[in-house]
């Protein structure tokens, strides 16, 4: 099977959640994309970019439920996962209340949430797509408010800002290719019935299914 992990944060975890299930691939080269071995291949990508491939490219992939919750992609989630524990929030300088941003400028790496969020509120936000160390963007005035990932707090305390609003709680979750499910059943019910059994920290996982 192709298995489509994220480099980055979640990718140790990932890792130790497939050789719990039994799936096992020697990641021996910091700099190689793709490792195969006993008939399985693992495939890593960006953290952003893992519903992509697992639709296009992958059998069962790896990412946050803010990830999916930001792609086009259409996939099965059958599990959530318990790690990449972390939240999506509104963070601002503290003078800021949430209804103040109203016409306000927000930098984010998840356009598609943020947009959503703040028309479900009726605010009416000018959303700016950055790619990452949102935190300058209120410092350097390119924004008013950032929409960002909070898991210590620690970055966003040491740049002065304060969260506002949390949108919604991350962890990571398994996501499986639609056609894979129907043509490869057999082998991906018994590895999702495997992997249940355990996750990264050898709890059992819950069912997620979306
Ligand atoms: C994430 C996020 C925050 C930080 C939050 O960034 O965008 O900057 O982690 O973590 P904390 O609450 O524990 O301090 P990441 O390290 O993924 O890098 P990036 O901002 O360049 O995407």
Same mark, same amino acid.
């Given at each position: 099977?192709?298995?489509? &992990?994220?480099?980055?944060?979640?990718?140790?975890?990932?890792?130790?959640?497939?050789?719990?299930?039994?799936?096992?691939?020697?990641?021996?080269?910091?700099?190689?994309? &793709?490792?195969?071995?006993?008939?399985?291949?693992?495939?890593?990508?960006?953290?952003?970019? =893992?519903? %992509?491939?697992?639709?296009?490219?992958?059998?069962?992939?790896?990412?946050?439920?803010?990830?999916?919750?930001?792609?086009?992609?259409?996939?099965?989630?059958?599990?959530?996962?318990?790690?990449? *524990? +972390?939240?999506? #929030?509104?963070?601002?300088?503290?003078?800021?209340?949430?209804?103040?941003?109203?016409?306000?400028?927000?930098?984010?790496?998840?356009?598609?949430?943020?947009?959503?969020?703040? #028309?479900?509120?009726?605010?009416?936000?000018?959303?700016?797509?950055?790619?990452? #160390?949102?935190?300058?963007?209120?410092?350097?005035?390119?924004?008013?408010?950032? =929409?960002?990932i909070v898991q210590t707090g620690e970055t966003m305390r040491k740049n002065k800002l304060v969260e506002i609003?949390?949108?919604?709680?991350?962890?990571?979750?398994? %996501?499986?290719?639609? %056609?894979?499910?129907?043509? *490869?059943?057999?082998?991906?019910?018994?590895?999702?019935?495997?992997?249940?059994?355990?996750?990264?920290?050898?709890? %059992? +996982? *819950? *069912?997620?299914?979306?």
């Amino acid at each position: 099977m192709k298995f489509v &992990i994220p480099r980055g944060r979640l990718m140790d975890d990932s890792l130790a959640f497939l050789r719990n299930a039994g799936i096992t691939v020697e990641i021996n080269d910091s700099r190689k994309l &793709i490792f195969r071995q006993d008939g399985n291949e693992i495939i890593l990508p960006r953290a952003r970019d =893992v519903p %992509v491939y697992t639709e296009y490219a992958g059998d069962i992939g790896i990412c946050g439920t803010d990830t999916l919750a930001e792609s086009r992609s259409n996939l099965f989630a059958p599990l959530s996962l318990d790690f990449g *524990k +972390c939240r999506l #929030s509104i963070i601002a300088p503290r003078k800021y209340r949430l209804r103040d941003l109203d016409g306000l400028d927000i930098a984010t790496k998840h356009p598609n949430i943020t947009s959503k969020y703040f #028309s479900s509120m009726g605010i009416d936000a000018n959303i700016i797509t950055l790619n990452g #160390s949102l935190e300058l963007a209120p410092e350097t005035g390119i924004a008013d408010a950032i =929409v960002d990932i909070v898991q210590t707090g620690e970055t966003m305390r040491k740049n002065k800002l304060v969260e506002i609003r949390k949108i919604m709680d991350i962890s990571a979750i398994v %996501v499986v290719n639609r %056609v894979s499910q129907k043509i *490869k059943y057999e082998e991906i019910n018994s590895f999702i019935e495997k992997a249940g059994e355990f996750n990264g920290n050898g709890k %059992v +996982c *819950k *069912k997620y299914i979306e």
